[in-house]
């Protein structure tokens, strides 16, 4: 009976300290989606987000608009702020506030498995932001001559007759040869085993987060030394990069400053960045790796949408034909010939504003206690975004959200004043898949270059269709991951009855 009476008295304990925690828990003030917030079945709401995150998403941002929300992931809460006010307030807080840097980490827990250095010290955005940026004009050129070779081996038609393709395979595939080209030139960007291992690596930062954030620190750490798959994949690159880096090494020794003639690549870029940094040639590995892994799949994701978009509505494809065409005639490929076609830009817009790539953007972790613009609290540690796809399907942002319009954009540049507001690269509080503000997305441009050239290289030179019964692959909707369907084909022949040539 005394026994009975201690098993009872510890039970009621526990139901007390597990009501206490939640009624006094921070986050509680802002209201959840998808199910409950109490500690343990919020667990149930977690993996209702994890199957229905769109709807969800959808359903938070019209009853809570101009205010913020909270849903359910596997291993924390992540608050969700709607409208322009909010996403403007996100965006424009001081990184000891709301830091991006320790947001993005939030979600690939790359300090477990690449070490705390890519974290502290992430000098290859600023390399992106500032080298890759200023030498666009010059490395184009290099994309282009890349994609004439790898479109044609990866779509390889044969006259009039049909063939069909799994398109996010193949556009893997030409985006990392075309990316690799400016990161590690020729002959590595050819080579398939280390494109291969490029292209993986995404996967195996993934798995590496989904393991980390199954374990408590202590664990972590020791997973991440010894089993990260990020890891292994690094050091089964070095054998294709390290002599390079060697050469590069010992010219910088030899020429110093008065190396006229040298390369202008993500490669040069980094080590510039690393020698004085004393950093090994694993380390500079692991940048080069990590660069593939925010350019390949993100830039993949976006021209598989864009080719499902376009082979869908074929009434686009002579219009953006009759644009590219004579553009190209007359000043060939280049940046600034790119950036004449405008119907080319808002077909990639449009089809990034119906799809994107992910359900939310403006990532940010609060590094200390921050109350929002409207009242929200936000205790430190809180992960906090904004809601692109909601903002982006809401009708008072875009007339008919739910119809693709591919040319919407280029008529709104028509109007006066409007010439750059609308363009592809261009954030705003209402569109923002490459989220806003200082942290927007710093290899947009480059991205853009990319998808407009391998984009308007297939329009000019293939005829293409669905395959099956020619309705658009539906894409997958995973917590907020927005994935286009990695089943889809598309059939391509040889454009009928000419082509146009790099």
Avoid at 163 to 174: G, R
Avoid at 226 to 235: G, L, V, Y
Avoid at 423 to 446: E, L, M, W
Wanted: net charge negative.
């Amino acid at each position: 009976m005394a026994d009975a009476q201690v098993y009872y008295t510890l039970f009621a304990f526990a139901v007390a300290v597990y009501v206490y925690r939640w009624r006094t828990y921070p986050l509680r003030a802002i209201p959840t989606v998808g199910g409950p917030s109490a500690p343990i079945i919020s667990w149930w709401t977690a993996v209702n987000f994890l199957f229905h995150g769109r709807e969800l998403m959808l359903q938070g941002y019209q009853k809570y608009h101009g205010s913020a929300f909270k849903v359910s992931l596997l291993d924390q809460w992540m608050v969700i702020v709607n409208g322009p006010k909010l996403v403007d307030d996100l965006s424009k807080r001081p990184d000891d506030e709301l830091s991006f840097v320790e947001g993005v980490e939030e979600f690939i827990q790359t300090q477990f498995t690449l070490g705390r250095e890519t974290l502290d010290d992430p000098y290859h955005i600023d390399i992106i932001k500032d080298k890759l940026m200023r030498s666009l004009v010059a490395v184009v050129p290099d994309v282009i001559d890349e994609l004439s070779v790898a479109v044609p081996e990866h779509i390889p038609v044969q006259g009039d007759d049909w063939v069909t393709i799994n398109v996010m395979d193949t556009t893997l595939q030409i985006v990392a040869r075309m990316s690799n080209r400016v990161f590690v030139g020729l002959p590595i960007c050819r080579n398939q085993e280390f494109l291969n291992l490029a292209i993986r690596f995404t996967i195996d930062i993934i798995t590496d987060n989904a393991l980390a954030k199954a374990f408590p620190l202590s664990v972590k750490i020791f997973l991440g030394k010894h089993m990260s798959n990020a890891r292994k994949s690094i050091r089964k690159a070095m054998p294709y990069l390290v002599p390079l880096l060697r050469e590069r090494r010992a010219k910088m020794e030899e020429f110093g400053d008065g190396w006229t003639d040298k390369p202008n690549d993500l490669v040069q870029w980094v080590l510039e960045e690393a020698i004085p940094r004393n950093s090994d040639d694993e380390a500079i590995v692991g940048r080069i790796l990590l660069v593939n892994f925010a350019a390949i799949h993100t830039s993949s994701n976006s021209i598989v949408h864009a080719l499902y978009d376009l082979a869908a509505n074929p009434e686009y494809i002579q219009p953006l034909r009759d644009e590219i065409a004579p553009i190209v005639a007359q000043e060939g490929w280049t940046k600034g010939s790119m950036g004449r076609m405008w119907k080319l830009d808002s077909f990639l817009r449009e089809s990034q504003r119906v799809n994107g790539v992910s359900l939310t953007s403006v990532i940010r972790k609060a590094m200390v206690d921050v109350t929002l613009s409207d009242g929200t609290f936000l205790p430190k540690d809180t992960l906090v975004v904004a809601a692109s796809y909601p903002t982006h399907q809401d009708e008072h942002n875009y007339p008919s959200p739910a119809v693709f319009d591919g040319f919407r954009f280029s008529r709104m540049r028509e109007a006066e004043g409007e010439i750059t507001k609308h363009q592809f690269v261009n954030t705003s509080v209402d569109y923002i898949p490459f989220g806003h503000g200082k942290h927007a997305c710093p290899g947009r441009f480059f991205a853009a270059n990319e998808l407009k050239a391998m984009l308007a290289y297939i329009v000019l030179n293939y005829d293409m269709k669905i395959a099956g019964d020619g309705s658009r692959p539906e894409n997958i909707y995973l917590a907020v991951n927005v994935i286009p369907n990695p089943k889809g084909e598309i059939k391509f022949r040889q454009r009928q009855p000419v082509s146009v040539s790099v």
